[in-house]
């Protein structure tokens, strides 16, 4: 087999295959934004969508059309993609599906709103981190949450002891319970405000 050739520079390609090099460049951008914001791949995706972009809008090209076709056909909002292309990095290009929801934040437990950019923990927004708070105060579980006690250490969080109401997500891999005081600090810790050391 022989090696597949190169594409020939961008400004030498013709018009109607940088409009399509320029689709496969935000899918792959899409593809690999859980990479974002510095894995090479996504990060070649970005630059090879702002070149082709910036070379179609030299030759006069309004790619809105076929950026509306490409966003039904994948259902992500591919013109505001190529505009996150555009402006990284002082946005970074998370896809946004159909309901304008960044794919990467969007909530675990409601699906309908964004956790913030920093939740690497608890993979909710702030309303459903609330309920969950509520949930473990009321002793009263809600769909996505399983609540209970444990006598497994490495099973709940520091805070814990094997009375301790402990809330788990259902998606989770394993059993892992964080308890209200964990829950509470997270909120606080999103609005910058400080909570006082007791699990409730």
């Not at 969080?157 to 809330?167: M, N, R």
Request: hydrophobic share 35%; aromatic share 6%; with cysteine.
């Amino acid at each position: 087999m022989h090696d597949t050739p190169p594409p020939p520079p961008i400004h030498e390609r013709e018009t109607e295959v940088l409009v399509e090099d320029l689709c496969i460049a935000l899918r792959n951008v899409g593809v690999w934004d859980y990479d974002l914001p510095a894995g090479p791949r996504v990060l070649k995706a970005i630059d090879d969508a702002r070149a082709i972009y910036h070379e179609l809008k030299e030759r006069g090209v309004d790619v809105k059309e076929r950026l509306d076709l490409l966003s039904e056909q994948t259902r992500w909002r591919m013109s505001d993609l190529l505009r996150d292309c555009l402006g990284f990095p002082s946005t970074v290009p998370y896809v946004k599906e159909a309901d304008c929801v960044r794919r990467r934040r969007r909530c675990m437990l409601c699906r309908k709103a964004e956790r913030p950019p920093d939740a690497e923990v608890f993979w909710m927004c702030d309303d459903c981190l609330r309920r969950v708070l509520q949930a473990i105060e009321a002793r009263a579980p809600i769909d996505g949450v399983v609540l209970f006690r444990t006598y497994n250490p490495g099973a709940r969080c520091e805070h814990a002891d094997a009375e301790t109401v402990l809330a788990s997500e259902l998606w989770a891999d394993t059993i892992f319970g964080n308890c209200a005081l964990c829950l509470r600090r997270e909120l606080n810790r999103r609005s910058g405000t400080r909570v006082a050391d007791s699990p409730g």
